[in-house]
């Protein structure tokens, strides 16, 4: 019987106004938790990898590739000078012959040895053909739907070469790699000189140059040096007058010889090194021509 | 501290060096020298200006081809556009259209005519370099053009060769267009090849008197004498000077004494003689019982080199013309003759006998040593005689059958042929300045 008295206790705290408002707040905390769980876990899911990212876009262009009225949300991706060819096309098929005298002389400027027979010309006899001549501003106007391809394909190309290194990674290797080695010593330089490689190599240059140096008189105190500095190439470079024969036009013929000679073979790799750091001087001699 | 210095010093002697590579360039190409020669552009209209432009651009080609040197490109060959041929400054130009045809230097220009006054505007640009070697304006009549193309290729082979051209000399020499020989004279470039004497004899040894711009030669008359005659160029006269007993060989003038040196032959002895400028004997240069031709003044007039046989063979002398001294010059060769001093005085040209028996040009200095022989022929090569600025020398050759002038360097290269006419030349003596 003594049992009894406790569920007597109980029934009184339930029906007590304080216990219900405690148990009214708890459930609201716990309610409160779960949303509180549930709100962070919505966030949480809305902060999507980049690669993801990629991936829906590449599922859109597939899908937009199908309807020509896409437009391309991401700046970045899409690469710039196919946005910019139909503007460059609209200025070309404009009738006005300024336009077009100006616009071929542009190129040919800034080449100077570049040899461009024609588009100086063209523009005057051929005004209505230019147009044609370049397919590239010609094809986007009149066939509109081949652009989302090319620029598709364009943006999958860029996105390759996201995971590319830049050309200029490209370009850095080689370039330390010779400047970092140390200089050769005194001791190197003679003796690669009088290695059989230097010997021939500079006998092939030798050769070249004679070939080249249209001189037809001897002469007392002709007698001219020109200093050049040798590419890996075998590209002349820093031509220059190294000491004048006081004679101009004996003076100018050595210059143009070697001028003329350009490019030389290259320098075997063995004497590369060698090239890159000494110069050459050539040295004209009319005395005995 | 001196050796502190000392040490300096050589650290940087043996640190430059190794600082560059020095490779020699002792001789030159054998291949002419390729060049582009553009028309110029006729900015005025008018037959006279056609007639002008053809005129100078045929003297200025006719002068560099005659060179032996230049390599003309054919005009068939440039790449320029028509619409470009006025472009004439080099920063004008788009010279990968003449590198592509391999030219290394570019003549173009422009002609045109106001009042009657013809004016030439040339450009000789480098190719390689693109840029202006030479800008050269000229003014002038209608008949000037090719004075105008004559001293614009002076220019251009002073700038590309470093030489003086002799594009405004002449050259006589002994013709023989039928049976007898006559004078002749020609420009440099082969162009106004005229006959000069109508003698029907033989005309002989002409030589230039550049002080009155005259030739001297000899004749034989009817009777078979030797006669000394004088052609005036400008007056277009000739004068009968002398009548010589015996025969005369060879004539050579000395414009600082404005003598005459020649050889007579008499009673079977060929002796050197002086004459003045009007053919009168002054005195005996040599008296040997052999014989002594060929004579030839140096250019200062002191010294006088000939031919005798005095030794033997026919060999190359040099007498001082004040003490009467004589030094053989030539050892070598069974037959050394027509000797011809250089302008500059420090080399002789003469004609030696090779082993085949046929003559050859060779050259000595003027003490006989470093003898250098000049052509290489099968043929004669003879008569040698010298360019005004002693940059050619213009002699008679066989080697195209008949007797020819042709022309050459004095180191024997760029042999090119004057004269053309289908009969026999010799005797050429170059005008002189």
């Not at chain 1, 962070?40 to 899911?45: E, N, P, V």
């Not at chain 1, 990212?53 to 391309?72: D, H």
């Not at chain 2, 005798?308 to 040099?318: E, V």
């Amino acid at each position: 019987m003594s049992d009894w008295p406790q569920k007597i206790h109980h029934k009184p705290q339930l029906r007590s106004t304080s216990f219900s408002l405690f148990l009214g707040a708890s459930l609201v905390l716990h309610a409160l938790l779960g949303l509180a769980l549930f709100w962070s876990k919505a966030i949480s899911s809305k902060k999507i990898a980049p690669k993801t990212m990629q991936v829906v876009w590449a599922r859109t262009i597939v899908q937009k590739t199908q309807t020509p009225s896409f437009k391309l949300p991401p700046p970045q991706v899409s690469p710039r000078p196919k946005v910019k060819a139909p503007k460059e096309q609209k200025i070309n098929i404009q009738p006005p012959k300024k336009d077009e005298a100006k616009i071929p002389k542009k190129p040919d400027t800034p080449p100077k040895a570049v040899s461009k027979p024609t588009p100086p010309k063209k523009p005057k006899e051929k005004t209505q053909e230019e147009p044609k001549d370049t397919p590239e501003q010609a094809k986007p106007e009149e066939t509109p739907e081949q652009t989302p391809l090319s620029r598709a394909q364009q943006i999958k190309d860029a996105l390759a070469a996201l995971d590319q290194p830049t050309p200029n990674e490209d370009n850095f290797p080689t370039a330390p790699e010779i400047i970092d080695q140390p200089m050769l010593s005194a001791q190197d330089v003679q003796a690669l000189e009088a290695t059989p490689e230097m010997m021939a190599y500079n006998e092939v240059i030798q050769e070249k140059v004679t070939q080249n140096f249209l001189w037809y008189q001897a002469g007392e105190g002709l007698i001219t040096e020109v200093e050049i500095s040798l590419a890996p190439d075998g590209q002349v470079q820093n031509l220059k007058l190294f000491q004048s024969s006081n004679n101009q036009s004996f003076d100018q013929a050595t210059m143009r010889a070697i001028q003329k000679s350009s490019p030389f073979p290259p320098p075997p790799g063995k004497l590369q090194k060698l090239f890159l750091q000494e110069s050459i001087v050539f040295i004209f001699d009319g005395n005995q021509l | 501290m001196r050796i502190i210095l000392l040490m300096c010093t050589l650290a940087m002697l043996s640190a430059d060096a190794h600082a560059k590579i020095y490779i020699d360039i002792n001789k030159s190409s054998t291949r002419s020298f390729p060049l582009a020669i553009d028309a110029p552009v006729v900015l005025s209209a008018g037959v006279d200006v056609d007639t002008f432009s053809k005129t100078f651009l045929d003297t200025l080609k006719r002068d560099l081809r005659v060179m032996g040197v230049f390599k003309l490109l054919s005009q068939t060959a440039f790449l320029e556009p028509l619409s470009q041929r006025k472009k004439v400054k080099a920063s004008q130009i788009n010279f990968g259209h003449w590198k592509t045809i391999e030219a290394q230097a570019l003549i173009k220009g422009l002609i045109k005519k106001t009042n009657d006054v013809f004016t030439v505007e040339m450009y000789l640009h480098d190719v390689p370099f693109q840029k202006q070697i030479i800008a050269k304006r000229f003014s002038g009549q209608a008949d000037q053009a090719r004075d105008m193309a004559h001293r614009f290729a002076n220019a251009v082979v002073q700038a590309l060769i470093g030489e003086q051209g002799a594009f405004d000399t002449q050259l006589a020499f002994v013709c023989r267009p039928k049976k007898d020989k006559e004078l002749c004279m020609m420009h440099f470039n082969g162009w106004n090849y005229r006959k000069i004497t109508d003698h029907k004899t033989a005309v002989l040894s002409p030589e230039w008197d550049p002080i009155t711009n005259s030739i001297y030669y000899t004749a034989f008359n009817k009777k078979g004498a030797s006669q000394l005659y004088l052609y005036q160029i400008d007056r277009q006269k000739i004068l009968n000077l002398t009548n010589l007993e015996g025969t005369v060989i060879g004539l050579s003038f000395d414009p600082v004494s404005k003598n005459i040196i020649t050889s007579i032959s008499k009673r079977g002895n060929t002796d050197i003689h002086m004459l003045n400028r009007y053919g009168q004997l002054q005195k005996k240069l040599t008296s040997h019982r052999k014989i002594d031709v060929s004579a030839t003044f140096s250019p200062d007039g002191d010294h006088m080199a000939f031919v005798s046989d005095r030794d033997g063979s026919p060999q190359i002398y040099k007498m001082h013309l004040s003490t009467q001294k004589i030094t053989r010059l030539t050892f070598k060769g069974r037959n050394n003759a027509s000797p011809a001093w250089s302008p500059s005085g420090d080399k002789i040209a003469f004609a030696g006998m090779d082993t085949d028996g046929n003559y050859d040009i060779f050259v000595i200095d003027t003490d006989g040593s470093h003898l250098k022989r000049l052509t290489y022929d099968t043929q004669n090569n003879e008569d040698p005689t010298w360019a005004p600025e002693g940059n050619f020398i213009a002699f008679t050759s066989s080697r195209t059958g008949n007797n020819q002038i042709f022309m050459m360097r004095p180191n024997g290269k760029m042999q090119t042929q004057l004269t053309f006419k289908p009969w026999d030349h010799s005797m050429p003596t170059w005008e002189r300045k």
